[in-house]
Structures are given as C-alpha cells and as structure tokens.
C-alpha cells in the first residue's frame, strides 16, 4: 500500500468507527487492527485520536466544497444560478455522503481547541457563496426577503436536516431532493418570481 | 429538600454537566456531588445515567409540548393558525430554553434502545401537530405546497437550526425571531397569500 493509500484507508475505517461508537467510544487501536496496519503505523499518520478526527473532518469539508466548485462553474452566475447550485451541493452532499455528513454534524463539538477553531474557520468560509449569493440576490432585487440572514439559516438548516431523515432506499432520488429543496429555497429567500407581487401576508 | 426539588435539581446539575462534558464525559458522581445529595440519594432517584438522561430528555420534550399546547389553544384552529402557532412555540423553545433544546439534538444519539424507542415515539407525537396542520392546510387550499412532507421537514429543519446560532445578547428579541421564522414557514407551505396566482417559478 502506498502512504495516501494507507491514510484513505485509516480515514475510511475510523469513520465507521465513530458511527458506529462515537468520538468518545471509538478505539484507536481497533482502527489500527481494522485497517490492518500497525499501531506505529497508525501513528506515523495520525498523531492522535483528535488528528484523526479532524482530518476526517476536513475530509468531509473537501469533498463538499469541491461539489460546490463544481456546481458554480456548470451554472449560470446570477445570484439565483448560484443560490440553486449552492443548494444542489449542499443536498447531495447531505444524501450522497450521509455518513460523512452526519459526522461532521455531530462529532465537531469534539474537536479540542487546537484543531476547532481552524474548522470553525473553514465551516464558515464553505457557507460564504451562499451568503454571498444572498446578499448579490438581495441587490440585484432578484430576492426580496427582508431578512436575509435568517433566509441564509434557514436554507442552511433545512439542507443540513436531511442527512438525518434520507433513506437511500426511499422513493425519491436524490436530484428529485436536489429539485424540491431548490423550490423551497426560492421560496426562502422571497425570489421575486415567486414572491407576491404587493400585497402582504395575511397572518 | 422535598424528593421532588432534590429530583428537579439533580436534572439542573446534570444538565449542566451534560453540556460540559457530553454524555461520555458527565460523572454520576461529580453530578451528586454539586447536588450536594449523596450517592446513593442520587440512586434512589435515578438508578443510572442512562435513566438520568433519559429524564432529562423527556424534561425538555414536557416544556416543549406544554408550549405547543398553549399556543394551539389560544390561537385560531385554522391550519394557518396552527401553523403559526407551531412555529412560535418550537422558536420559543430552542430560544428560550437553548441550553436544553441543544441536548435534545446531540444527546439523543446516547441513549440506549432500552429507553430509546419511547423517546423516538415521544418525538414523533410532538411534531405530529405539525404534520397534521400541514395536512389539513393542504386539504383546505390554504397551503399549496406540491410536496407537504418536505415543507414539514424544512419547517423542523430551520427552526431546530435555531439553537446553533441563537445568542441571548444579541440585536433580535424572541418575539422578532417567531415573526421571521412564521414569515418563513407560510413561504415554505407556498401559503395561498403569499404563493404567485399561477405562474411557476422561472428557475
């Protein structure tokens, strides 16, 4: 095995492994055994329990924001072609790396001071576009939510939500999610095509 | 100290430790001690750590379907009215009782089967409201959402999103976030008041 191959290796059996028993129950002499390399070996690549941790983190990380990348090359610049595709990486990823998905959800509040605030760093920057394509939408006049930050949330918080309910086996496919999630999301922001032309809500 | 004050504030105690430590890291122990009760005072009262987190989850799914329960019966029982309503007491909760509301979402995952499947149900029951106001609201035309089940998960999704970033000091009173996230919530439903007349969003 070469070393990358090795590191792929350890990153993809401790993911099970937290899962499975969680950050606090996970044995990193298991993940050693599992992997079938040497407990110097598992060292040599990571130092700790808490390295492990955080390269799986930003593992997760990497893997969303290259979905995002993509999506914001393949489409249209506009605040909404950016507000849609932000939305299709975000949903995919939810569902087509659940696991990853919900570790990065559940197991960041783990992460020791040394490596959290680094995270912290990146969990914001990876949201940025979104924001970004909030503010530019709400300028261009495209959104007309009078609260875009708690539009920029709740989209946020409505994707995030799905890594815990998505069954692989249920009866949508995942661009079936990706579509619905991205109606909901113009309805979110208030798009000013879907926005009522004057009059206010009756509530 | 009647039973039940030493029982109320074993769980304060150990709400305290919880959110320090995790479940993991929480010691019977420590939490007796603070309580100032001795060990086996605090047996008497709860027989594990399990049984511990298991009261403090349904303390905190009480307070939320008290709130649910005052709403329903002072606002009107018009789906919108429900929904509304719904919306004010879930804002409520993970605003006003942060602290638990946050245990709630990362804790559960702690319990065992034993005491897990009651809590799943208890779950399922307290957003059944919701389900059943979304229906109905569909039923009525007031909601036109073409796909209830994801406007119900969005709506859950981005209110619980709330206890993440919720800071008591910050510019927003509670009342102003339940406005906002009701705002949000009829979009979401594509409420008839707020859904276009008849053209489809452009995307």
Request: glycine share 6%.
């Amino acid at each position: 095995m070469t070393s990358g191959t090795v590191q792929r290796d350890l990153l993809a059996v401790a993911r099970r492994e937290f899962v499975e028993h969680g950050y606090g129950g996970a044995s990193i002499r298991s993940i050693a055994q599992k992997t079938g390399v040497s407990l110097s070996a598992m060292y040599y690549h990571y130092a700790s329990k808490q390295e492990l941790l955080a390269a799986m983190l930003n593992s997760g990380m990497d893997s969303f924001e290259r979905r995002v990348v993509e999506e914001f090359e393949a489409k249209d610049p506009t605040p909404t072609g950016r507000l849609l595709g932000y939305v299709a990486s975000l949903v995919r990823f939810r569902t087509l790396e659940q696991e990853q998905s919900q570790l990065v959800q559940t197991e960041t509040r783990n992460l020791e001071p040394e490596f959290l605030s680094a995270y912290r760093e990146r969990q914001r920057q990876s949201s940025e576009p979104l924001r970004q394509a909030l503010a530019d939408g709400v300028d261009s006049g495209e959104f007309r939510t009078p609260f875009p930050e708690d539009s920029y949330r709740s989209i946020l918080g409505m994707c995030n939500a799905i890594a815990h309910w998505y069954e692989p086996a249920g009866d949508l496919t995942v661009e079936e999610i990706v579509h619905r999630y991205q109606e909901l999301a113009l309805r979110v922001v208030y798009h000013r095509d879907v926005a009522p032309p004057a009059s206010e809500p009756s509530s």
